[in-house]
């Protein structure tokens, strides 16, 4: 079926949806991330921030992220009919109507920016409307069904919520919430490529241009170990710029390695175009590693672990 006849007959929708249709436009497993990494930057900020500030910060947040979770359902409802993935979604599926999920992610998106402003700092809130900004325009609209470097430059997108939520406690944006974006911006590529990897059919089918779809499984398989080769050394960063202290030194390299070892099996299988199991697990891998990486420097912020300065890493 053609992108541009899913997209007619999806206008033609005409439905009551319930409270769970709504929250699936939401992306809640995004969102989750989204808002933990979110709730590091803030806690690891120098300086205070009144508890319940922090949490109309992060209820800002979480609105933002679904805005631009419902707006990306709206713009990609067309494709996202033809994939078995998000075939299910709440415009395909017929629940929702694609104008009213047009204007609830609008009405989400400048109320959550506004609230953001008024009510905890409007560098916060800057920050805020350039992520949902960019999610929509420069990932959603322009890259995505563009360029296969979509997920590379869209990807920085993800990586702004700890650094909204170090403004919301600093006013500010320093060199240290910038690693924080830097660790979520060179772990995307890998992340999402390995998902690709396996749903590359998927992606052919909606003539979404991905990695895999363009260049092929060997190529994506590749990069994800250059990438790789690159995260891990950047998560180091917190240590140089004193943002984290020695037990999140150990683990992070620890588990950059682990990081490592997934990403080598997927390029040892690259003759394997049809095995799938070292990018799936690579992909499960890479969010327990996000995961893992932020909390331990929660942990740390919260436990007041003393920091290291190591200017040569």
């Given at each position: 079926?053609?992108?541009?006849?899913?997209?007619?007959?999806?206008?033609?929708?005409?439905?009551?949806?319930?409270?769970?249709?709504?929250?699936?436009?939401?992306?809640?497993?995004?969102?989750?991330?989204?808002?933990?990494?979110?709730?590091?930057?803030?806690?690891?900020?120098?300086?205070?921030?009144h508890p319940w500030i922090g949490l109309v910060a992060l209820v800002c947040i979480a609105m933002g992220a679904g805005a631009a979770g419902a707006l990306n359902m709206w713009f990609d409802a067309d494709i996202d009919a033809l994939m078995?993935?998000?075939?299910?979604?709440?415009?395909?599926?017929?629940?929702?109507?694609?104008?009213?999920?047009?204007?609830?992610?609008?009405?989400?998106?400048?109320?959550?920016?506004?609230?953001?402003?008024?009510?905890?700092?409007?560098?916060?809130?800057?920050?805020?409307?350039?992520?949902?900004?960019?999610?929509?325009?420069?990932?959603?609209?322009?890259?995505?069904?563009?360029?296969?470097?979509?997920?590379?430059?869209?990807?920085?997108?993800?990586?702004?919520?700890?650094?909204?939520?170090?403004?919301?406690?600093?006013?500010?944006?320093?060199?240290?919430?910038?690693?924080?974006?830097?660790?979520?911006?060179?772990?995307?590529?890998?992340?999402?490529?390995?998902?690709?990897?396996?749903?590359?059919?998927?992606?052919?089918?909606?003539?979404?241009?991905?990695?895999?779809?363009?260049?092929?499984?060997?190529?994506?398989?590749?990069?994800?170990?250059?990438?790789?080769?690159?995260?891990?050394?950047?998560?180091?960063?917190?240590?140089?710029?004193?943002?984290?202290?020695?037990?999140?030194?150990?683990?992070?390299?620890?588990?950059?390695?682990?990081?490592?070892?997934?990403?080598?099996?997927?390029?040892?299988?690259?003759?394997?175009?049809?095995?799938?199991?070292?990018?799936?697990?690579?992909?499960?891998?890479?969010?327990?590693?996000?995961?893992?990486?932020?909390?331990?420097?929660?942990?740390?912020?919260?436990?007041?672990?003393?920091?290291?300065?190591?200017?040569?890493?």
């Amino acid at each position: 079926m053609a992108v541009s006849s899913v997209r007619h007959s999806l206008e033609n929708v005409s439905v009551i949806a319930d409270v769970r249709d709504f929250l699936a436009l939401l992306k809640p497993r995004v969102m989750s991330l989204v808002l933990f990494t979110s709730l590091v930057g803030l806690f690891v900020a120098p300086g205070h921030i009144h508890p319940w500030i922090g949490l109309v910060a992060l209820v800002c947040i979480a609105m933002g992220a679904g805005a631009a979770g419902a707006l990306n359902m709206w713009f990609d409802a067309d494709i996202d009919a033809l994939m078995t993935r998000t075939a299910t979604r709440p415009i395909p599926r017929g629940s929702i109507p694609a104008g009213d999920v047009l204007g609830f992610g609008i009405a989400l998106a400048c109320g959550s920016v506004l609230m953001m402003g008024v009510l905890v700092n409007w560098v916060a809130s800057i920050l805020l409307a350039v992520t949902i900004a960019f999610y929509v325009f420069v990932y959603t609209i322009w890259l995505k069904r563009r360029s296969p470097q979509n997920i590379v430059i869209g990807g920085a997108a993800g990586a702004f919520p700890p650094m909204i939520g170090w403004a919301a406690v600093t006013g500010s944006v320093g060199i240290e919430s910038i690693v924080l974006f830097l660790i979520i911006f060179m772990w995307t590529p890998p992340h999402f490529w390995a998902l690709a990897l396996y749903r590359s059919d998927d992606y052919a089918r909606a003539g979404v241009p991905m990695m895999p779809v363009v260049y092929g499984q060997v190529e994506t398989r590749k990069q994800i170990v250059i990438y790789s080769l690159l995260l891990v050394p950047t998560t180091l960063l917190p240590c140089a710029v004193g943002l984290a202290g020695m037990p999140y030194l150990i683990v992070s390299a620890v588990l950059g390695v682990l990081f490592i070892a997934f990403a080598t099996q997927i390029y040892r299988d690259r003759a394997k175009i049809g095995d799938y199991r070292s990018a799936k697990n690579l992909f499960a891998y890479s969010i327990v590693y996000l995961f893992l990486i932020f909390a331990m420097l929660l942990v740390e912020g919260v436990s007041g672990v003393q920091r290291l300065s190591l200017p040569w890493l």
